[in-house]
């Protein structure tokens, strides 16, 4: 929202410099992007080099009867400049453009050229050329009084300061020239002129000569048709037009800038039809019809459907409701009559009709934001008001239709108490300020109840933002200026702690990165067709992800599945980038659909999509994704591009570097973690395994890690063996087990060797379980230590070394106490079919 001082100054007197005023408003919450002044440039800058010039004489043209030859008088001398316009005449003032000046708004640099034998010293300027209004129709006539020779944005006062303000979503009122006085007048505690509304009204009543139908007051809780009469045809008036200009729209006609200028200075838009124009004089606010088309200003032919609002007439749309009007019934050079439109529109409604014609306004911008429904009569009355200064006839009174009080235009009333304010501030303002502040947006404030020291304050229409008392603290705050907020500790005794699930997840973080693996943070979005490399099933559950409605881009159209997918960014970067030790982890969260019982999505997010689902039930939690968390590993070892050492050449990266990871992160989070074979598509059949683990009575599986497929790296462009793994951090805490803490051991322990002769296809893993299982009460730890296959042993056949540590918490145990368990172990063991290697 561009605003210029001058305008501001209409209704507020601002006691301080741009400077000063961006800074003031900077520390009262409403952010100043930034501002130029009449030094710097901004609008006016447009409009440099172009000179206020006088045309002293007219003469044709000697071989053109389409053109003249006017001698312009620019202060320091008489330009010769040839023109087409047909207003030209002596005496007149016109923006004149001397040959070198480079017109910005024309885009390019003026030029001595000869037409017809005459040399023309530069050109006289239309009010499109200069970048002023939309009219092309002949030379664009300056007022009387300005200097022949002036800079034009210094004899139209068009050289202003201007801030730039940030508008919220929730503050539609900063769209408004009033509406940021209003937080003006407030900063300084000084008082607001209102803009004035009062015209007189004449024949015949607007009730009798024009009717007006709302099908649904959901849509359109209020409709204000005002008829004007013997609209104005000249041109627009020249302190509307330099506003329009200092707030960044250009004059177009009367009747359209005043519609324009309402909408910047309160906030409210309009639109007027040619009265004439419309079928029956009858307006219908309605829901589109299927198959209905309609032509708007921008000349482009907009499809309908019955999800958009339109303004019609007795037989077709008029106008896209709050958003465009019709090319139909605009308002033209033989337009007479007008009806003035000013209504307020459901918010959602315009936002949902604007995203799906790809189409934003300056009015659909604020009925998105929501407007109170008393705006439109004061709107409408404003409009007037300026019309019939410019010679209209306003009919009289109005069609208002509306919702009944105590629907939309309801105000709330919220008890603040001032104690719990100060306590959220840090503040030790008393209830006596805090309501003068509060006074001063225009709030009412009363004692709720007699002695109880609480106050009652009632909200005006424009703030809908204001549900709360947390509200209410934030304007006490800003309106002090945040930079008055004292430092304070809070006022608790408890100390803060974060979360289990979040400390969990750091704890996980603390672990890798002292493992030497360097953090990446990847997009949360995802195209499926990224794994497509991985020769993964249809119905694989990385595949099955939820789609986003507006896609920044086409490989961001789905939410992610599995954080596989970054890390294959991640390594594809890095290996591009020429980089040989590539060790990565990622913490984040994962998105997937809801099952409806059957493990497959239960349509509910299709209807999102569809726009089927009402707006109250998409909100509901079955509808939204699952958000589990997730852990990532990549280990690759590029070669040729590992850096040497002095103690030996580099090693490339193996399974159980993988797996000593994840059983690092497993031991820090107190999760004791079993191991088991397992073949993933994309992945190597003997070089993958997944995780398990006991939560509770049942057992859940962790994750995975293995080897990608040599075809797969192949086709991803990734040289050497990558290894990845993923775990479910949510499944490893619901496995977590207490602490357990217990004394130094006082004795000493025994450890016995074992070499233990089974199948190849039993894993270790199995053979050290089963040890630790039978091995007794004195076993402390049991470890594999080495796998053999060889020479000396059956074919089929390996020698898996079991290293047993035997400790007595009460004595020293002696050799005969660990042998008889040795050989309980072995006999034990003999019965699975594993023997001692001898």
């Known amino acids: 929202m561009r605003l210029p001082l ?5 209704y507020v007197e601002v006691p301080v410099d741009a400077d000063e005023l961006a800074r003031r408003l900077q520390q009262a919450g409403i952010p100043v992007e930034g501002w130029y002044s009449r030094a710097t440039g901004g609008p006016a800058s447009e409009l440099s080099g172009i000179r206020v010039g006088r045309i002293v004489a007219v003469e044709p043209h000697p071989s053109s009867r389409h053109l003249v030859v006017a001698r312009v008088d620019v202060g320091d001398g008489v330009l010769q400049v040839v023109t087409g316009a047909p207003n030209a005449r002596a005496g007149m003032l016109a923006p004149v453009a001397a040959a070198g000046t480079y017109v910005a708004p024309m885009k390019s640099r003026v030029e001595a050229v000869q037409m017809g034998g005459v040399v023309s010293q530069g ?43 940030e508008t919220y979503p929730n503050r539609p009122d900063w769209m408004s020239v009033v509406g940021l006085a209003r937080e003006v007048a407030a900063v300084w505690d000084l008082p607001l002129d209102l803009p004035p509304v009062e015209y007189p009204e004449a024949d015949p009543d607007a009730a009798r000569a024009c009717d007006v139908a709302v099908e649904s007051y959901d849509d359109c809780p209020r409709y204000v048709a005002r008829l004007v009469y013997d609209v104005p045809k000249g041109a627009t ?41 419309l079928a029956e004089h009858r307006i219908v606010v309605r829901r589109a019809r299927p198959g209905e088309t309609m032509v708007t200003l921008d000349g482009q032919e907009r499809p ?28 033209g050079p033989r337009t007479q009559a007008v009806l003035l439109e000013s209504a307020t529109f459901h918010p959602a409604l315009i936002r949902r009709t604007s995203r799906r014609l790809g189409l934003r306004t300056e009015a659909s911008a604020r009925f998105e934001r929501g407007l109170p429904v008393d705006l439109a009569e004061w709107g409408s009355r404003r409009a007037c008001h300026l019309l019939r200064q410019m010679g209209a006839r306003v009919a009289r009174g109005s069609v208002d239709r509306r919702v009944e009080q105590g629907g939309t235009g309801r105000r709330t009333t919220v008890v603040l108490d001032p104690v719990r304010v100060n306590g959220l501030l840090g503040t030790s303002l008393g209830p006596d300020t805090m309501a003068k ?15 109880a020291g609480q106050l009652a304050v009632v909200v005006p229409a424009w703030r809908r933002d204001i549900q709360e008392e947390a509200d209410l603290a934030e304007e006490v705050a800003r309106l002090g200026g945040y930079d008055a907020i004292p430092t304070t500790l809070p006022r608790s005794t408890a100390p803060g702690r974060m979360p289990p699930e979040v400390a969990w997840a750091w704890e996980v973080r603390r672990v890798l990165a002292a493992a030497g693996l360097y953090e990446v943070l990847t997009y949360s979005f995802m195209d ?14 990385w595949l099955q992800a939820v789609p986003v409605a507006n896609p920044l881009a086409a490989d961001q159209a789905y939410l992610r599945t599995t954080l596989v997918v970054g890390m294959l960014r991640a390594v594809r970067l890095n290996v591009a980038r020429r980089q040989g030790d590539i060790r990565l982890f990622e913490v984040g969260r994962v998105f997937l659909p809801r099952s409806s019982g059957d493990g497959r999505d239960d349509g509910a997010t299709a209807g999102i999509r569809a726009g089927t689902v009402p707006e109250a039930v998409r909100l509901q939690d079955r509808l939204l994704p699952q958000e589990p968390l997730r852990a990532a590993i990549a280990l690759l ?23 000593g990871l994840l059983e690092a992160v497993a031991e820090a989070l107190g999760v004791e973690v079993r191991w088991q074979a397992a073949e993933r598509p994309g992945f190597h059949p003997g070089r993958t ?48 087990r207490p602490v357990r803490v217990e004394p130094l051991p006082k004795f000493p322990g025994v450890q016995r060797d074992l070499a233990l002769v089974v199948g190849k296809a039993t894993p270790a893993a199995e053979v050290e379980r089963l040890v630790a299982q039978y091995a007794g009460p004195w076993a402390e730890q049991v470890r594999v230590f080495d796998v053999y296959e060889g020479p000396g042993l059956p074919a089929g056949m390996k020698s898996v070394g079991i290293s047993v540590s035997y400790r007595a918490p009460d004595r020293t145990l002696s050799d005969e106490e660990v042998d008889r368990a040795r050989l309980e172990l072995l006999d034990r063991l003999e019965r699975h079919g594993i023997r001692l290697r001898v």
């Not at 960044?248 to 124009?277: C, K, W």
């Not at 502040?437 to 002695?451: D, I, N, S």
Request: aromatic share 6%; net charge negative; hydrophobic share 50%.
């Open 6 to 10: 001058s305008w501001l100054r209409a």
């Open 123 to 165: 050109v006289l300027l239309s009010a499109r050329e200069a970048g002023i209004g939309e009219d092309t129709s002949g030379l664009l006539e300056l007022p009387e009084g300005v200097r022949p020779g002036a800079p034009l944005a210094e004899a139209l006062h068009l050289a202003d300061d201007v801030l730039e303000i």
């Open 437 to 451: 502040r509060l006074r001063a947006l225009g709030m009412e404030v009363h004692p709720a109840a007699p002695g």
């Open 304 to 331: 309908l459907d019955p999800s958009m609002l339109v303004i019609a007439d007795a037989a077709v749309p008029q106008a896209l409701a709050g958003l465009m009007g019709g090319q139909a019934s605009e308002v």
């Open 528 to 541: 499926p067709a990224e794994l497509s490399a991985l020769r993964l099933p249809a119905e694989h559950e």
């Open 237 to 277: 008036p020249w302190w509307m037009v330099q506003r329009l200009y200092l707030a960044g729209m250009r004059s177009i006609s009367p009747v359209v800038d005043v519609t324009n200028y309402v909408m910047l200075e309160l906030g409210q838009p309009l639109h007027a039809f040619d009265l004439d124009r």
């Open 637 to 659: 070892a590029v070669p040729g591009l590992m850096e040497r050492h002095w103690y030996g050449p580099p090693r490339a990266y193996d399974f159980f570097d993988l797996k």
């Open 689 to 736: 395994a997944s995780l398990f683990a006991a939560a509770g009575e049942k057992e859940v599986e962790l994750g995975f890690s293995g080897e990608l497929d040599a075809q797969a790296c192949v086709r991803l462009d990734i040289p050497g063996r990558l290894y990845l793994a993923e775990l479910a951090l949510d499944a490893m805490y619901s496995a977590r």
